[in-house]
């Protein structure tokens, strides 16, 4: 794949966000959603089945946060309901370490400024939820993904944005061990800047690598949706996959954005029937997936296993059921749910045997590990 020619990537960085959240303030960013945005959420959350793995890419340049004052309450809504729906999805964002002035400028000006230098300014890609992470939940006492995102979407961390390269970041994260591609939704105003290179190269130089970016990404079977934050003209121009934000109650963008990310909303009526066909859906796609493979490793961190294990209690039921008509592997799911292990321990691995005593414990009503 011919990427973005740049004239050094040595300073480009990629961080966790908590590494840099955690000194700074609670409540220093923009306002996520609130408890009125969840309570209206909920209702279509609860009617979606789980979908591809999905990355929400994140434009934290200054322009683009301006441009739709609501982007944080959008974001923070899609988060929920692609985790309510057992959906994996990870959350990056993209924007870049300096300004006009920065090392990479400094490096070609002391070589003599060549023609043609390509892109010049650093680029700064911050991971603020990885798809094991929990989207509300930080691990060993760190902010959450959702806070962290809150305290750096301040203009500290928001300068320019080059839309190309984050594409293919997001593409090569998404389809890294994955079977088949997925689906990037960029949250952008659709117009990247980044002054320096724009000087040296054009402004055309960034808008023809972000057509090159969505392109490449397509024929590496990951399909490109842009939540527009901008002008449409430029919209248009970039994404054939797109759908506004700016201007419109966060509801109705998150609802359109979800439906192009090709979600499907379950025809159930019934809470229960809904569970039990987002299970359905879920082992589907797990055994599909880990077919071939004999690694419990990998059939352990499949996305659809981790998203059987994410619905947690409710989900016990239906693993019994399956367990009672097929013993397998699906016996690693109760155990992380219940933290119980009914099987002796010389029958660890013998999944005939560790789905029997599952199903015997299930059926005895017991509610906790009986020991070793």
């Known amino acids: 794949m011919q ?15 908590e590494t840099v959240a955690r000194g700074l303030p609670p409540g220093s960013g923009p306002a996520m959603a ?81 023609e043609n230098p390509g892109r010049l300014t650093p680029l700064l890609h911050v991971v603020f939820k990885a798809f094991d992470d929990r989207w509300a939940a930080g691990r060993r006492g760190e902010p959450s993904p959702r806070e962290c995102l809150s305290r750096m979407s301040v203009p500290a961390y928001m300068r320019d944005n080059v839309d190309g390269e984050a594409i293919d970041w997001a593409s090569a994260r998404l389809r890294a061990g994955r079977v088949g591609g997925g689906r990037v939704l960029v949250v952008s105003d659709a117009d990247p800047v980044d002054e320096a290179t724009m000087t040296a190269e054009g402004n055309e130089f960034l808008r023809m690598d972000l057509d090159r970016a969505v392109a490449q990404a397509a024929r590496d079977g990951v399909s490109v949706t842009a939540l527009w934050t901008g002008s449409e003209a430029a919209a248009a121009a970039r994404y054939p996959s797109r759908v506004r934000l700016v201007g419109r109650p966060p509801l109705p ?103 029997r005593a599952w199903v015997e414990w299930w059926d005895a009503g017991r509610s906790e590990s009986p020991g070793p």
């Not at 998150?254 to 379950?266: F, I, K, Q, T």
Request: hydrophobic fraction near 40%.
């Open 3 to 17: 990427g973005c020619r740049a004239y050094t990537r040595e300073f480009d960085t990629v961080l966790r966000a």
């Open 34 to 114: 609130g408890e009125g945005d969840l309570a209206d959420l909920a209702a279509l959350a609860s009617t979606l089945r789980p979908g591809a793995p999905t990355v929400i890419l994140l434009d934290q340049s200054g322009s683009s946060a301006r441009g739709a004052p609501g982007t944080m309450v959008a974001v923070d809504m899609l988060a929920h309901a692609l985790e309510a729906s057992c959906t994996p999805f990870e959350v990056l964002g993209f924007t870049t370490t300096h300004g006009k002035l920065n090392p990479a400028v400094r490096k070609w000006v002391a070589n003599g400024r060549p």
């Open 253 to 355: 963008a998150v609802s359109d954005a979800l439906d192009a990310l090709g979600m499907r909303r379950s025809t159930a009526t019934d809470p229960e029937a809904r569970t039990a066909e987002r299970f359905a859906d879920l082992v589907e796609r797990w055994k599909r997936e880990t077919a071939l493979h004999s690694s419990v490793t990998k059939i352990r961190a499949n996305d659809a296993f981790r998203g059987i294990v994410s619905m947690g209690e409710e989900a016990l039921p239906h693993v019994v059921e399956s367990l009672r008509a097929e013993p397998g592997h699906l016996v690693m799911a109760m155990t992380e749910i219940t933290g119980a292990h009914p099987y002796r321990e010389e029958d660890r691995g013998r999944l005939p045997a560790m789905a």
